[in-house]
């Protein structure tokens, strides 16, 4: 026992002597952009709905109340498919009794017909009744016709691009129930400003970005459509911009910016308002280094749009910067790269 307390007790001390190993640093992740992949435009940008080229607002022919919408938005439709159904109790009644009034009008016409071959009964008389029989005919078809318009049917193939109406509804005749999109060419709806109509020109070249994938995702187009007259409410002129091709993954209602009039001349790039790092009335970007060390760099502004930020100075095409959590980063910190885009 004697031995063994003295080596113990050189154990401990030399335990004691250790330094514990300071933590990992774990790295923070950051989004980032590459300057230069989106150029600044010289012209307005618009912001916009992705919609279909041929699109129709589907609605019953009479009116009614829903008994049941049998589609819901983003299905894909046939020709002929039925979509919705109103109450057909009363026209049902009423194909009835039309039926009914068609059959004793035949009847009538056919007794009419033996009489004036025995020549019981006048000419007239039997033309009276083969009016009467056609007016019976025609009020019958009638009557067929408008219970066959209780079920809405889809007038061509497509997408159900939304629902107007809900089942428990009361609609009147016209009154749209279902937006069904035609499959093939997309467009981007917008609305011009009347200050901005100078130099807009049917066929004017376009180009279109994507806001879900950060300005990343371009498409080429042309102004197809603009309203000769403004909307009663906004005031401004709705206009049509027409992709030149349709690319897998673009969804009808995607939110889409519209530019006209071709790249800045200047030379000037957008980034996303993100970056953008405020000190004071100065602003800064954070540049990425090839170590992934973090370095601000003042940057000048030229204008603040939907887009972005346009910047004037500053930035070279080809550098990289954080694109958003620009307030919580610190001068040397490194980072681990998330792409812009990424998923």
């Known amino acids: 026992m004697k031995k063994t307390l003295p080596f113990l007790i050189v154990v401990a001390l030399a335990a004691c002597g250790k330094e514990e190993a300071p933590p990992a640093k774990i790295e923070r992740p950051a989004l980032t952009h590459v300057v230069g992949t989106q ?7 618009y912001s916009g709905e992705i919609r279909a080229r041929h699109e129709v607002q589907l609605g019953f022919r009479i009116g009614g109340k829903i008994v049941e919408r049998l589609v819901d938005a983003g299905e894909t439709v046939k020709a002929g498919q039925p979509l919705a159904r109103l109450d057909a109790a009363d026209t049902a009644l009423q194909a009835s009794a039309a ?3 068609y059959q004793l009008a035949e009847a009538d016409a ?15 008389a039997l033309d009276a009744k083969e009016t009467a029989l056609k007016a019976a005919a025609a009020q019958a078809g009638l009557a067929r016709n408008q219970a066959a318009y209780t079920t809405l049917r889809a007038d061509r193939s497509g997408v159900v691009a939304a629902t107007l109406a809900e089942a428990g509804q009361v609609v009147s005749a016209g009154q749209p129930v279902l937006r069904v ?16 109509l100078a130099g807009l020109k049917l066929g004017a070249p376009a180009e279109i970005t994507l806001w879900a994938s950060d300005g990343e995702t371009r498409f080429t187009g042309r102004l197809r459509e603009l309203a000769p007259a403004a909307d009663s409410v906004s005031r401004t002129y709705p206009a049509r911009v027409a992709l030149d091709k349709v690319a897998a993954g673009l969804a009808l209602g995607m939110t889409a910016s519209v530019s006209f009039g071709g790249a800045d001349k200047n ?14 009335d100065k602003s800064a970007v954070w540049i990425v280094e090839a170590d992934r060390s973090l370095s601000l760099r003042p940057v000048q502004v030229a204008a603040y749009r939907d887009d972005g930020a346009v910047i004037a100075g500053g930035l070279a095409a080809g550098e990289r910067i954080v694109g958003a959590g ?14 812009s885009g990424a998923k």
């Open 110 to 124: 056919k007794r009419y017909r033996e009489l004036r071959a025995r020549g019981f009964v006048s000419q007239a």
């Open 181 to 196: 999109a035609q499959e093939g060419e997309r467009e981007v709806a917008i609305s011009i400003p009347e200050s901005q």
């Open 267 to 280: 030379g000037r790039f957008i980034v996303p308002l993100t970056a953008i790092f405020q000190q004071g």
């Open 99 to 101: 039926e009914s009034q």
């Open 326 to 339: 620009v307030h919580k980063l610190s001068v040397g910190e490194k980072i681990r790269i998330v792409e």
């Open 39 to 45: 150029a600044a435009h010289a012209g307005n940008i």
